[in-house]
């Protein structure tokens, strides 16, 4: 069958280049691996719970009578045509950045951070409202052409050492796919989307996001074919010239737009680019574990939304040494948003950074005997953070790399990818190009934008490839 455009994957970003394609006409299927869409960022069932994959909290949240220029938000919702109340976001109450010596909470007003920023460090007022003027805004979809090091922009304006790292912990767990650094346009994007503008989440979770994105697309004539993996890409001089699919008939189509990854999707050549592309393999893994309780965990002690937390003065962000570094983590509440009516279900969701090679390398018992052992581990160490919950815990389940990479075909289990990001999209080829994660906008915002601008960039504006 031939199209105007094949989508390698229905997550966030596929299915909103998707929509952006259909609506103007184009023939568009989207090939799926899985029986269920969403990719990084999906829902499961599992002992009669409902769980997100990936969903933390919904970023740039929009306040009511909001007036001022177009937010990233906002824009999503116009260009794919889908109002707000369909994804019944529900703001934070506040969140936090805890680390031994101090804590920094934020809320969505913005002058929260500044306030807390300024009790905490009072020497470092000037620093910080510097830094804020130099995130004011976003950069452009392809960034400024030239790597920016995060660490060296806010060393230039912050000189406190740990006020830096409080600052770099959230934004790094949030979407950085480099170790212990960040292109700052990057960091600027994140800046933004989490302190400025905030967190918010869906009621439903994930799949209320995701409902009406498919919803969206199955009414704008878009095709979408699951257990459908892409088993390889038939090279033709500068082009691809077909999708080889595990079920179904091949795919031909004039533009082939990518989510699965930049390495990922150079594996799939039949020219075997991928062996120039293996230097740009993710590093960055994590382990998490969600916990469904008899009670909402804020009668526990534990009363943010989002807890961005470190041990010691110094965070790390790189791939640990051991099978789960606790030093660091993410601990989440979804029962903590502003909801209108309390949650039928109280989950408390805890990441770290894991080892990648230590989990693909252990046998299936040893690998069952860790996820148990760092499940309890990482109990232990986020019972600091609110009180001890064991007694109230009636579910557990947890994902490991091996989870990831069996469910997203990343490499390595990365969550964020590549290092290397393809801002502009572009591979060498005339009609394949990269979104999603490694063209490098992450997180469930990002996701949905970086779909609107590959699809309106290489498709929409410059018509079907040569």
Not at 339 to 363: C, S, Y
Not at 410 to 428: C, E, F, L, M, Q
């Amino acid at each position: 069958m031939h199209y105007d455009v094949a989508i390698i994957g229905a997550g966030l970003s596929g299915l909103a280049a998707g929509i952006r394609c259909a609506h103007y006409d184009k023939r568009v299927i989207i090939l799926e691996k899985h029986t269920v869409w969403g990719g990084l960022n999906s829902f499961y069932k599992k002992g009669g719970h409902h769980f997100d994959t990936g969903l933390h909290a919904l970023t740039n949240w929009v306040r009511p009578g909001y007036k001022g220029p177009r937010l990233p938000l906002q824009r999503i919702l116009r260009q794919l045509r889908i109002k707000p109340d369909e994804l019944a976001l529900d703001p934070q109450t506040q969140s936090r950045v805890v680390f031994d010596d101090a804590v920094l909470t934020f809320d969505n007003d913005f002058d929260r951070l500044t306030q807390s920023v300024i009790e905490a460090f009072p020497a470092e007022r000037d620093g910080w409202m510097a830094l804020a003027a130099a995130c004011d805004g976003y950069p452009e979809v392809m960034g400024t052409g030239q790597r920016r090091s995060s660490r060296a922009v806010v060393r230039e304006l912050i000189r406190d050492p740990l006020l830096i790292e409080m600052l770099l912990c959230p934004i790094f767990f949030y979407g950085s796919a480099e170790e212990d650094d960040l292109d700052f346009d990057q960091f600027q994007v994140l800046f933004n989307s989490l302190f400025r503008e905030g967190f918010c989440r869906p009621r439903r979770g994930i799949r209320q996001i995701l409902d009406a994105l498919l919803a969206r697309y199955r009414s704008l004539g878009g095709e979408m074919r699951r257990n459908a993996a892409v088993e390889s890409l038939v090279i033709d001089g500068d082009r691809v010239a077909g999708l080889e699919v595990s079920r179904g008939e091949p795919v031909t189509a004039d533009v082939v737009l990518s989510s699965a990854g930049r390495v990922e999707t150079a594996a799939l050549r039949s020219d075997r680019a991928d062996e120039r592309e293996r230097g740009h393999v993710g590093q960055l893994a994590f382990v998490e574990n969600l916990w469904v309780l008899d009670r909402p965990p804020s009668e526990l002690g534990f009363e943010d939304c989002v807890v961005f937390y470190n041990r010691g003065p110094k965070f790390d962000w790189r791939n640990p040494e051991q099978t789960v570094d606790l030093q660091s983590g993410v601990v989440c509440v979804p029962s903590n948003y502003q909801h209108p009516e309390p949650l039928d279900q109280h989950v408390i969701r805890a990441t770290h950074l894991a080892n990648h090679e230590q989990w693909f390398g252990f046998e299936e018992q040893t690998y069952r005997a860790e996820k148990d052992r760092c499940a309890e581990a990482s109990k232990v160490e986020i019972a600091r953070l609110g009180s001890a919950f064991d007694a109230h815990v009636v579910y557990h389940d947890g994902f490991t790399p091996r989870t990831v990479k069996h469910y997203t075909s990343h490499i390595n289990g990365a969550v964020y990818g590549s290092p290397a990001k393809v801002k502009s999209g572009r591979t060498d080829l005339s009609n394949l190009f990269l979104c999603g994660t490694d063209q490098g906008l992450v997180g469930v915002v990002g996701a949905m934008l970086s779909g609107i601008n590959m699809a309106n960039l290489h498709i929409l504006a410059e018509g079907t490839a040569r």
